[in-house]
């Protein structure tokens, strides 16, 4: 069975920096790592992407945090990293990690979820 494992997230006053970590486990062999993210939900807000990176290190990142936030993975562990430069109180949220695999034969999609990490940022 898939399971995420969130670290780092926490208090840090803005302009700051924090690293949040995600290790993925009990990943089949039948299964490859498509892509990793991290998505964020503020208080009243929908959930949002933040940033992800596929298979092969090419990433996307949401406008607001572009110039401030690095993703990167190490995909022998399975982990993948959110490194938080510059936050800003706007950043306050709950973290989410993602992890989406593809099975080999049939190509379908699986998506797997973080139980959350709160940042907040004070000002």
């Known amino acids: 069975q898939v399971h995420l494992v969130e670290s780092g997230g926490g208090l840090v006053q803005a302009g700051g920096s924090l690293r949040l970590s995600c290790a993925a486990s009990?990943?089949?062999?039948?299964?490859?790592?498509?892509?990793m993210a991290w998505y964020r939900r503020a208080p009243g807000n929908q959930r949002e992407l933040v940033a992800s990176?596929?298979?092969?290190?090419?990433?996307n990142y949401a406008e607001s945090v572009k110039g401030r936030f690095t993703i990167s993975r190490d995909n022998a562990k399975n982990t993948v990293y959110l490194q938080m430069n510059s936050p800003k109180p706007e950043d306050t949220a709950d973290y989410y990690c993602?992890?989406?695999?593809?099975?080999?034969?049939?190509?379908?999609?699986?998506?797997?979820w973080g139980q959350g990490t709160q940042v907040t940022v004070s000002s």
């Open positions: 993602n992890l989406a695999l593809r099975e080999y034969f049939s190509r379908n999609r699986n998506d797997y």
């Open positions: 990176i596929t298979s092969s290190g090419t990433t």
């Open positions: 009990g990943i089949a062999s039948a299964f490859t790592v498509e892509v």
